[in-house]
C-alpha cells in the first residue's frame, strides 16, 4: 500500500499536479491581535520586538492598532514599526487619534469616565471587528507586556479553550488575572494567588478574571456572548470597567476563565497610579528588566526602535 501510495505521488508530481496532494497540511487558525497604546513609548520598543519574535505564521495574523490622548511619541514608534513589518502581516488596521488629554481627567494616568468609555468602546470594536473577519483567535494584548516564550500562540491555542490567559510576571505581586472577587466585584486577595503567581503551584486555573494578554477562541459558539460593554448584558449590576464587563460576561456565559502558568511566558509592568510620573515608569521598566534577569529571562529589543524613543522623545 505504501509503495503503491509513494508511486501515485512520483507520478502525479510528474505529471505536474501540485505535490501537497500527496500529504495534506492544514493552515494555522487566523489570530487577531488587538492592541490598544497610550502614552507607551518607554515600553513600546520591547512590547513590539517581542510580538515581532513570536513564532507563528505572520501571514496568519492580523494587526489592529488604535492610539489616542498621547503626550509621548507613541503614535512616531508604531507608524515607524508598521511600516517596517507590514509587509510580513496578513494585515495591519492603524488608527491613531491626535488629542492630548480627556476633558474629565486629573492626568495621563487617571481613570476617569470618559477614558473608560473610550476603552470599552475600542476593546468591543477591536472584538466585534475580529468576529466579522471571521479570524479565528482573538488576542486582545496591552502594550506593557514582553512576550518571552516564542510559543505562546502555539502553546494557548493547543489549549483549546474559549478564554484562556497565559501568566504574566511583574517586579511586584501583580500580574494578569483574579482568582478572588468580592460580591461588589473588587479586588480579593486568595491564599492561592501567591503561590500560582511565584509558580510554586504550576498547571492551568478557573480565575474570577483574566487581562491584559488574553486569547478567545471566536470559533466557539459561546464566545458570541462574550462583550466589554455593560449594556449588553442582562440585569448587569457591575461597575463600567471593560474588564469586569468582560468577566462577568463570561460567568454569565458559563465560560470558564483560565490562567495558565506551566511555562514562562512573559512580562506586564505594574499599573501606574494616578500621581505616578513618567520617570517613575521608567523606575519601574528597569526594576522589570532585572527581574527578567532574575528568572533567567531575555527581552530582546530592536536598536532603532530603542534609538527612535531616545533621539525623538519629546521632554516633559
Ligand atoms: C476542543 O473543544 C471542543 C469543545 O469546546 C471539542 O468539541 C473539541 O473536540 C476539542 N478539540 C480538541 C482537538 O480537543
Ligand atoms: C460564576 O460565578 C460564580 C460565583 O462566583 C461561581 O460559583 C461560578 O463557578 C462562576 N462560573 C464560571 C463559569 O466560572
Not at 490598544?36 to 505564521?57: C, D, G, V
Not at 462577568?248 to 495558565?260: E, H
Not at 520617570?279 to 526602535?305: G, I, P, S
Request: aromatic share 12%; glycine share 2%.
Amino acid at each position: 500500500m505504501f509503495h503503491a501510495g509513494k508511486t501515485l505521488c512520483v507520478f502525479l508530481f510528474l505529471a505536474l499536479i501540485p505535490g501537497h496532494i500527496c500529504s495534506t497540511r492544514i493552515k494555522y487558525p487566523t489570530v487577531l491581535i488587538s492592541i490598544l497604546a497610550r502614552n507607551k513609548a518607554h515600553t513600546l520598543p520591547y512590547f513590539l520586538s517581542s510580538l515581532e519574535r513570536l513564532n507563528y505564521p505572520k501571514d496568519r495574523i492580523a494587526l489592529r492598532i488604535r492610539s489616542d490622548h498621547n503626550i509621548d511619541n507613541t503614535v512616531e514608534i508604531l507608524e515607524k514599526w508598521i511600516v517596517s513589518v507590514q509587509h510580513q502581516y496578513h494585515s495591519i488596521n492603524s488608527e491613531f487619534v491626535d488629542s492630548d488629554s480627556y476633558s474629565d481627567e486629573q492626568g495621563p494616568n487617571d481613570w476617569s469616565r470618559l477614558r473608560f468609555e473610550n476603552v470599552i468602546s475600542l476593546r468591543e470594536s477591536a472584538l466585534n471587528y475580529a468576529r466579522r473577519v471571521w479570524a479565528d483567535y482573538f488576542l486582545t494584548l496591552d502594550c506593557d507586556v514582553f512576550l518571552t516564550n516564542t510559543n505562546i500562540l502555539h502553546y494557548l491555542i493547543a489549549k483549546n479553550l474559549t478564554v484562556v490567559a497565559p501568566m504574566l510576571r511583574s517586579s511586584g505581586l501583580y500580574s494578569n488575572f483574579w482568582l478572588g472577587m468580592t460580591d461588589e466585584y473588587y479586588y480579593l486577595r486568595t491564599d492561592d494567588y501567591k503561590p500560582v503567581v511565584n509558580r510554586e503551584k504550576l498547571g492551568c486555573f478557573d480565575t474570577k478574571m483574566v487581562h491584559t494578554c488574553v486569547l478567545v477562541d471566536l470559533r466557539k459558539i459561546e464566545s458570541d456572548r462574550l462583550t466589554y460593554v455593560p449594556e449588553n448584558i442582562d440585569e448587569y449590576d457591575g461597575p463600567r470597567d471593560d474588564i469586569i464587563t468582560f468577566a462577568i460576561a463570561a460567568n454569565k456565559s458559563d465560560i470558564p476563565l483560565t490562567v495558565c502558568n506551566e511555562e514562562m511566558f512573559g512580562f506586564v509592568m505594574i499599573p501606574l497610579e494616578q500621581d505616578d510620573t513618567v520617570a517613575f515608569d521608567m523606575l519601574q521598566l528597569t526594576n522589570l528588566k532585572l527581574e527578567v534577569l532574575n528568572v533567567q529571562e531575555k527581552l530582546y529589543v530592536r536598536d532603532d526602535l530603542v534609538e527612535y524613543t531616545v533621539v525623538q522623545g519629546r521632554s516633559r
